[in-house]
């Protein structure tokens, strides 16, 4: 992972690039862990707490309550015991752009297909973000473009933005065509990744659970029971530390 400074000065946004491991990959390099600055802490400031907004002890039962079946435990080892997720948004969906024409070689529409089935997929989880498409890039909230492929051992990579507050603000998608090692993807494959990569997109993060779709290597094709319930438990939840 790859943390990088868009806006200098305490209301930076960090941006999070997550990358996709191929399935015939030597073992994963682990990402270092983000360390990202909080607005209140500078200065020897004390932020303001939002009173409507749980406390992390709070925070902390709920996650002891409900996160039996979850992978929720993984993700705050991987984020420095923060969360983060996008604002509910009171049935206003994220606009989703997918590339629908390139010049790679081998490309197919089918490809595009598998990504906006993937997005469909997510949206049956029934979360407070679901997804819609448009075919205007420039009024997009999310860009999901294909690449021929990655020079690193991945195969997918999602790049988010948050704000302070640990909401995200911004994402977009790349998903290789082929494999770094030559092979093509498959539309299988291409589905599978793009499941993957929407679950950054959303927040979630890497689970040592092989069975799941966040998996660092991807093996299954679909959303596991445990990617539904992990999400929804993300998205009942505040975002920000939880320690
Ligand atoms: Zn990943």
Redesign the pocket.
């Known amino acids: 992972m790859t943390l990088r400074r868009i806006l200098p000065g305490a209301a930076a946004l960090a941006a999070l690039l997550?990358?996709?491991?191929p399935l015939a990959s030597p073992a994963p390099a682990r990402r270092p862990r983000a360390r990202l600055a909080s607005s209140g802490a500078i200065g020897g400031s004390v932020a303001l707490r939002d009173p409507s907004r749980p406390a992390p002890s709070e925070v902390r039962r709920r996650l002891a309550v409900s996160g039996a079946g979850t992978y929720i435990n993984d993700m705050l080892v991987e984020r420095d015991s923060a969360l983060s997720r996008w604002p509910d948004r009171h049935g206003a969906p994220l606009r989703i752009w997918i590339q629908n024409e390139t010049d790679i070689p081998g490309w197919a529409e089918s490809y595009a297909v598998e990504v906006r089935n993937a997005f469909l997929e997510w949206n049956a989880v029934h979360l407070p973000v679901r997804f819609a498409f448009t075919p205007d890039s420039t009024s997009a909230d999310v860009h999901v473009a294909f690449i021929d492929h990655f020079d690193e051992e991945i195969s997918?990579r999602?790049k988010w933005a948050r704000d302070d507050d640990w909401w995200i603000t911004d994402a977009d998608i790349t998903l290789a065509v082929y494999h770094r090692d030559g092979p093509i993807l498959d539309d299988d494959a291409m589905h599978a990744m793009a499941l993957?990569?929407i679950g950054?997109l959303l927040g979630l993060d890497?689970t040592t659970d092989s069975t799941s779709i966040?998996a660092?290597r991807v093996r299954v094709r679909a959303l596991s029971r445990a990617d539904r319930a992990t999400a929804r438990l993300l998205y009942s939840l505040p975002p920000g530390g939880v320690r």
């Open positions: 997550f990358a996709l491991l997918g999602t993957h990569e950054h890497h966040m660092p």
